[in-house]
């Protein structure tokens, strides 16, 4: 389990901090890119992972 760490999702479009979650850095090697919900743009906007 020492591989997987929390990572940071970030709003695309106001490049806040939304949601944390947990990958696998061996298994999964690019960025993850998820469409979410963002409170503070109020709409449904594409999130990156951030930098920590």
Known sequence: MAQK???KIAC???KRVN???RKNKKLVER???LKKY???CKKATKH???KK
Do not use: N, V
Request: charged fraction near 30%.
């Open 38 to 40: 963002c409170k503070w």
């Open 12 to 14: 695309t479009a106001c």
């Open 31 to 33: 960025k993850i890119e």
């Open 5 to 7: 760490q929390l990572i």
């Open 48 to 50: 990156k992972e951030a």
């Open 19 to 21: 949601y944390w979650s």
